[in-house]
């Protein structure tokens, strides 16, 4: 069975950092694109920054700079290191996972993932 379990989230000061894992099981890790999403209250899913199986990655314009997605392929633990947090950060965070062919391969689309976490909570207070 297919788990992802999301750890990490707090209430934080604008400018302060967080650091976000989502520990799997259930699949070949190595086989899989991953990605973060985050949905802020009264807001659609939003994709944050995607990780592709040879590690291509691909962040969204709002956290370039600020956030680092990363994997521990022997662990099977995908994570989000955020700095420079802003009040508009402030959401539920989600990470996600797709199988596919193509090693190069990465999406920051919600529809485009398998399986997803539970989520977990991320905010930002200026």
């Known amino acids: 069975q297919v788990q992802l379990v999301e750890s990490g989230g707090d209430s934080v000061q604008a400018g302060e950092a967080l650091r976000l894992s989502c520990e799997t099981s259930?699949?070949?890790?190595?086989?899989?694109?991953m990605a973060w999403f985050r949905q802020a209250e009264g807001q659609g899913r939003e994709g944050v920054a995607s990780i592709a199986r040879d590690g291509t990655i691909r962040y969204a314009d709002s956290v370039q700079g600020r956030f680092t997605i990363s994997k521990d392929n022997t662990r099977k633990i995908l994570y989000l290191e955020m700095n420079s947090l802003k009040p508009e950060d402030t959401a539920t965070y989600y990470c996600?996972?797709?199988?596919?062919?193509?090693?190069?391969?990465?999406?920051?689309?919600?529809?485009?993932?398998?399986?997803w976490g539970q989520g977990t909570q991320v905010s930002v207070s200026s």
């Open positions: 996600a996972a797709n199988m596919h062919i193509v090693l190069y391969w990465y999406s920051l689309q919600s529809d485009q993932y398998q399986h």
């Open positions: 259930g699949f070949t890790f190595s086989a899989y694109s």
